[in-house]
């Protein structure tokens, strides 16, 4: 059990988070949805200590996740990570091996990285610089990343964020493989709901709190939308199906 219990987080004179309780259950996919702004990446930030918490605490089969760093993949949303970075895709990858002893020698860590390079099907482009890789490309090495030391929970934040729908599909499909055959916890942050609830086990549906945590077929309502989002949910999913405008 990931257990999330009244969480708090301010940014100076503004509260982003308030008294958020989430408790998800092991081997689950729990989509995180919300309008922008809702705190869905200060929420992902708050479970692995990265931003200050002014109440609440976030357990991990009963201890401190924030000091169990080690169990956790975390891939950050895209647009906060610096892409010019001097790097090859496969050395990013072996980066996740860091600080886990069972990849401590070489060999071991070699073993780990081919493997979640597979995993993502990477090979092709493993040995490029990180940032000559499309959107997708890159979304899946950082994938590859948080896979590498074979976590039993990952965090994403947004991981299909500007990248087009057969790369997004590809991504989904890697978590999915994990999710059922590892029994990895899954929390994701996704802003597509036409899709959530095909994607996912079960949802979160948050905007400064967390309004509705349930199954993905339960949570969806009407009334639950409404409430997160502000807007009527016929209104919200053509919005979402509209065609960008050139
Ligand atoms: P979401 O991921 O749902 O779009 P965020 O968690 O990124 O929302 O942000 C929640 C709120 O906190 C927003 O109003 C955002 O502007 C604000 N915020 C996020 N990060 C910071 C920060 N480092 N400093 C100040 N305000 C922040």
Redesign the pocket.
């Known amino acids: 059990m990931l257990s999330i219990e009244d969480i708090t ?1 301010n ?2 004179s ?1 509260t ?2 308030k008294n958020a309780t989430l408790r998800i259950p092991e081997g689950s996919f729990t989509g995180v949805i ?10 992902l ?1 708050a479970m692995l200590g990265l ?1 200050k918490t002014s109440s609440g605490n976030v357990n991990y089969r009963g201890k401190p996740l924030a000091q169990q760093r080690g169990l956790v993949g975390y891939v950050p ?1 895209h647009n906060s990570v610096y892409w010019d970075f001097p790097a090859t895709a496969r050395e990013i990858v072996a980066m996740g091996a860091v600080g886990d002893s069972d990849l401590k020698k070489r060999a071991a860590r070699n073993t780990a990285v081919t493997a979640a390079i597979a995993k993502v099907a990477a090979q092709e482009f493993q040995n490029q610089q990180i940032g000559e890789l499309s959107g997708g490309q890159k979304q899946r090495i950082f994938l590859a990343r948080a896979l590498v030391s074979n976590p039993p929970l990952l965090l994403l ?2 991981p299909l964020q500007g990248i087009d729908a057969i790369a997004g599909a590809q991504i989904i499909e890697v978590l999915r493989q994990n999710n059922k055959q590892q029994h990895t916890t899954i929390v994701m ?1 996704h802003h597509d709901l036409a899709s959530a609830a095909d994607y996912f086990t079960h949802l979160a549906l ?1 905007n ?1 709190t967390v309004h509705t945590y349930d199954t993905a077929q339960n949570a969806l309502t009407a009334a639950a939308l409404e409430k997160v989002f502000g807007i009527p949910p016929q209104i919200l999913y053509r919005e979402q199906t509209r065609p960008q405008s050139q």
């Not at 919300?34 to 929420?43: M, V």
């Open positions: 987080v940014y100076g503004h982003a988070l919300g309008p922008n702004g809702a705190g869905k990446s200060t929420l930030k931003v949303q934040d947004e942050v948050i400064k």
